[in-house]
């Protein structure tokens, strides 16, 4: 094809995000002592010279170096890692390109077209596309003995391979909507989605290094709630509480197994993420008001979550 021939719409949008991304994604490479080290990617994130990436690329590191697509490398220090969440923040010791735009992926829908800019592989500035190919997905995360469901997953067929985690997950104008996490199988790659909540969770580790969590101590899982709740409520889902950690505030609060929890402060929960995404460093201490639907009758109880130790 001539180099000067109009390219066809999609493979235009392609490579605009292409071109504007992969200055802007690093590989990594992070040494673990005397254990060896572990490759991935990272994207800048601010002008000082961090950059956002996964908690299980750098894993326990402290430092590492980053390359990026022109040639130049920089070292690199661990910030902050958040294992729960599968991010991490690094800084580079010298000047980084400017980030590129960030944007929401709660504003995805399925079929979107997205790009995938990493370092699979080991091979610098690498480009792949594909579609939404579903959302709210979840997947599980442990630090330590604390365990949770990150939230909100992207699954994309976009390929994804080793040294990806950590790259870019961008929409059709070039804004990163995800950092790619995970080769989940044939065809099908999972990415920690850009919203309010993991922004919340990279400017902790920014700022302070670590997240700090509540801690309520339920076990939960979504369950139907019973026709004529749904029909007063026009909701079709709750959380049914299958066990109440001993010593836990919810323990302590008079939560019971079975309870069906409706809402936490007002606010309505369908699923586990939605309780998780309100239980971050505000909730700490806090005055929580749980609902529940028990033996058929409204209940409100009254909790103070604690800090989650890992």
Known sequence: MDAHEPLDGYSAVVASVAESLTPRVAALRVRH?????????????TAEGHMVTNAHVVGPARTGEASFSDGTTAGLTVVGRDALSDLAI????????DPPEFGDADQLRVGMLVVAVGNP?????SVTAGVVSGLGRSMPARSGNAARLIEDVIQTDAALNPGSSGGALADSRGRVVGINTALAGLGLGLAVPVNATTRRIIFALMHDGRVRRAYLGLVTSPAPLPPAWVERTGRHIALRVIEVVSGSPAES????????????NGHPLGDAQSLQRL????????????????????????????????
């Open 90 to 97: 690094v800084r580079a010791d010298r000047p980084v390109p």
């Open 253 to 264: 609060s008079g939560l019971r197994a079975g309870d069906l929890v409706l809402a936490v």
């Open 121 to 125: 592989l080991g091979l610098v500035g």
């Open 279 to 310: 239980l971050l460093d505000d909730a700490i201490g806090s005055r929580t008001e749980v609902t529940v639907l028990r033996n058929g009758a409204l209940v409100d109880v009254v909790a103070r979550p604690t800090e989650l130790v890992e």
């Open 33 to 45: 002592g005397g254990r060896g080290e572990s490759a991935g990617s990272a994207v800048v994130l």
